[in-house]
């Protein structure tokens, strides 16, 4: 059970005085209920009031092995040792390319700091190569913070998003001039028939078509199978790309991401998250012939801290495990006791709800009984039941994200014993929700 709160409500009160709302990313802002974290180790954070918390937050997604997990961290702090940052190449990112290509299927690779960054860059290099300047984009998909993809996101209002054939682009941030959503077409997550009928519209103007292959920002919505397959089709009919977000389910969803998983091949994709166990590193990959459009007077494509000493050994060291132990199996084990506890739990409380997503990363929605197929439909769950069982959790020490939108996450070292903790604790916070309704 979280104790005292008080030194984290006092540096929270100091953090509002030097930084907006406290915080470097928006969405680490939780109100007056901000947590203030100090340290990591394998499944479990500590505040700095000192309580212990089981993470299933993994810091949006990127710890797949475990905080500070010692192979990585040994590994970079002695790769360090020698530099961190030359205005050259080095060995460890030709072996980390080398790997990376052989995980993934794609066949070039140019590493970035950021998801954003290298969805932007894909975005690039699907213009460049098509000649074409359009793009679609899906409701509830989010793909970083750059401008021409700051639209009806996972923080849309769902119901301003306009008529279901006509959606309204929603603008999701101040400070982006208008004339940007004139290259935007945004459209429903899983509806063939209406992505095929705007390609038969206007799918000579389109350059590219980027989705996230769950709905990794809205409640891991998963895609219809038969829908990807034809979006594959149809882009390959008009001659348009297909770029694949694989921030959140590259390395995790399998070590050839999405496109492994689902069976479905994009022509570029954005890496980030899992890829360096929490370091800041990405990577945009994809087909040779799409990949040469890169170069010097051609695509730009770079930036200081591509491929630094400490990113690429992490994901070198990251990927390495990967291919060579049996991790990714091992978590959808532990994913899938915690699902089918889970699930157990809520049955017996006779609680309507829904488990989306994979062992390694799903959402917990609550009221219904469906599973939601787009953004829309993601509106049925009741998010605010949910937020009373997430600030239970939260109260026993289970970090979870108390808005069901954001997944959790499950790493190699979310052992048995840790799943076996969080169901007890998980029982104990149905039944103060549940237990007088
Ligand atoms: C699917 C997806 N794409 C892109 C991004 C942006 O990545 P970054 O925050 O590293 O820029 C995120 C971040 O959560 C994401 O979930």
């Known amino acids: 059970m979280i104790h005292s709160l008080n030194k984290t409500r006092d540096l929270f009160q100091k953090a509002q005085q030097f930084i907006p709302y406290g915080v470097n990313s928006n969405f680490r802002y939780w109100g007056e209920e901000t947590p203030i974290l100090e340290r990591g180790a394998g499944a479990f954070v500590w505040d700095v009031d000192g309580n212990r918390s089981i993470d299933y937050r993994l810091g949006f997604g990127p710890i797949i092995l475990g905080h500070a997990y010692p192979e990585v961290n040994r590994r970079v702090a002695q790769a360090i040792e020698n530099g961190v940052l030359f205005a050259a190449t080095t060995p460890v990112e030709i072996e980390l390319a080398e790997r990376f290509t052989r995980m993934t299927g794609m066949d070039k690779v140019r590493l970035c700091n950021t998801g954003g960054e290298a969805n932007m860059h894909a975005l690039r290099i699907a213009r460049a190569s098509t000649g074409r300047e359009k793009f679609i984009k899906f409701e509830g998909n989010y793909h970083g913070n750059f401008d021409y993809v700051m639209y009806s996101g996972p923080t849309a209002q769902a119901n301003r998003l306009g008529p279901r054939s006509h959606p309204h682009r929603q603008l999701a941030s101040a ?122 007077g051609r695509v730009a494509h770079g930036g200081t801290y591509c491929g630094n000493l400490v990113a690429a050994t992490a994901a070198a060291t990251t990927l390495e495990l990967l291919e060579t132990q049996p991790i990714l199996a091992t978590i959808f084990a532990h994913g899938r006791r915690l699902i089918d506890g889970i699930q157990t739990l809520l049955r017996h409380a006779g609680v309507p709800h829904v488990v989306s997503g994979v062992p390694s990363m799903f959402s917990v929605l609550l009221g219904h009984d469906e599973p939601p197929t787009d953004y829309r439909s993601y509106s049925q769950f009741d998010s605010q039941l949910f937020g009373q069982l997430g600030a239970e959790l939260i109260r026993r020490g289970v970090l979870v994200d108390d808005d069901p939108r954001e997944p959790w996450f499950v790493s190699y070292s979310h052992q048995t014993a840790v799943v076996d903790e969080t169901l007890t604790l998980f029982e104990e916070a149905v039944r103060a929700v549940f237990a007088h309704r």
Request: net charge negative.
């Open 175 to 296: 400070g982006i001039p208008a004339a940007i959503r004139n290259y935007l077409i945004s459209l429903p997550y899983n509806d063939l028939e209406l992505f095929e009928r705007t390609l038969a519209a206007q799918g000579e103007e389109v350059a590219a078509v980027v989705l996230e292959p769950i709905m990794g920002n809205v409640a891991c919505i998963m895609p219809d199978p038969a829908w990807l397959r034809g979006v594959r089709q149809l882009c390959d009919l008009y001659g348009i790309l297909l770029i694949f977000d694989e921030v959140k389910t590259g390395f995790r969803l399998a070590n050839g991401g999405a496109q492994a998983y689902f069976g479905v091949k994009a022509d570029l994709a954005a890496y980030a998250k899992a890829m360096g166990n929490g370091f800041p590193v990405a990577a945009v990959a994809g087909r040779e012939a799409v990949m040469a459009v890169v170069g010097p």
